[in-house]
């Protein structure tokens, strides 16, 4: 691309144009796109694993076939993200099966609150209540994303993502309305999550890559803005719980309108997810291998079955 052709794309840009598949683009946008939408799409694959673990271990069939939809829900969005990524990938030689197998081999990450334990069902909840409730802020301000495919394909996955929130939240105010006992397991949950969400939406300094899409404006929001609205949306609603923050600093100032809180250990979550080495990771990557792997018979006979089809 010459610099006229990169000045007049972001031109564009600036005038809030959105950017198909098939126009011409700088290198860079068409990585650091992929970059994005390959993490959020494994990410959401792997985000299934944690409330997979709780489908035999429901406390009614109610929440059972709840949790099942959830669970169908989220590697259904994985799979629509890795279909839009896979355009961009593929003038690049780099094809849906080979992106979807890159987390075996560590060459995608995915968010940090899919590599931890979820030992209870009021985890169950909290991830539905905390965890998509963050994704939630997250993916609304990529509706704004200046790649055309992205912002539309995230339309239909923010209006599901927004009954997963209600289905945590279902299960979260059961739970807060329950014995002492559930009580107590959701403070645990709670306690057990909240750090987790600190790092969910990454550090306040922000990477080059980060920065770089903030001026493609394939990004909107900086981390720091992302997660003072969750702290703002979501304090007030554990508290209303009757359940508490576990975080001592955490105060709100009337004046600037932003929140103080405790850091997460950032070399700690940063590590763990760049090396695969939290108390879940490889435990789910191997899952999630096999069900790749185990079921690769399956995809090929569909192909096959689509090839023997007559055409008109």
């Known amino acids: 691309m010459s610099d006229m052709q990169y000045q007049e794309f972001m031109n564009r840009i600036s005038r809030g144009e ?3 598949a ?3 683009m700088p290198d860079e946008y ?3 796109v992929i ?3 390959h993490m959020h799409g494994i990410s959401e694959v792997m985000g299934a694993y944690p409330e997979k673990e709780w489908v035999p271990k429901a406390p009614n069939l109610r929440r059972k076939l709840a949790l099942i939809a959830k669970v169908q829900d989220e590697i259904g969005h994985g799979q629509l993200l890795l279909r839009v990524a896979e355009d961009l990938a593929r003038p690049l030689g780099k094809m849906r099966e080979e992106m979807i197998t890159d987390v075996f081999t560590g060459r995608v990450k995915f968010h940090n609150v899919f590599h931890m334990e979820a030992p209870t069902w009021a985890d169950a909840g909290i991830i539905g209540f905390l965890v998509d409730g963050g994704a939630i802020i997250t993916q609304a301000s990529l509706l704004d994303s200046s790649y055309a495919p992205y912002a539309r394909v995230l339309q239909r996955i923010c209006a599901e993502e927004s009954f997963h929130m209600q289905h945590g939240e279902s299960i979260v105010l059961a739970l807060a309305e329950g014995t002492e006992y559930q009580r107590g397991m959701l403070q645990d949950s709670i306690n057990r999550w909240w750090p987790s969400m600190m790092f969910f939406f990454g550090p306040t300094e922000m990477s080059a890559a980060a920065d770089r899409m903030m001026e493609y404006r394939i990004r909107t929001k900086t981390n720091e803005e992302l997660r003072q609205k969750f702290i703002n949306r979501y304090v007030p609603r554990i508290w209303a ?3 508490t923050v576990p ?3 955490l105060k709100y100032d009337s004046e600037t309108k932003l929140w103080s809180y405790t850091d997460p250990d950032w070399e700690w979550f940063g590590y ?3 090396n695969n080495a939290g108390p ?10 096999q069900a790749h792997e185990g079921q690769a018979w399956v995809r090929e006979a569909m192909i096959r079955a689509g090839e023997a089809v007559p055409t008109a």
């Not at 879940?280 to 291998?289: D, F």
């Open 35 to 37: 970059k994005q939408i």
């Open 280 to 289: 879940k990771s490889q435990e789910r990557i191997a899952l999630r291998r």
């Open 247 to 249: 975080d001592d600093k």
């Open 272 to 274: 763990m997810v760049k």
């Open 30 to 32: 068409r990585k650091l």
């Open 22 to 24: 098939t126009d011409e």
């Open 18 to 20: 959105k950017i198909e």
């Open 241 to 243: 719980l009757g359940m």
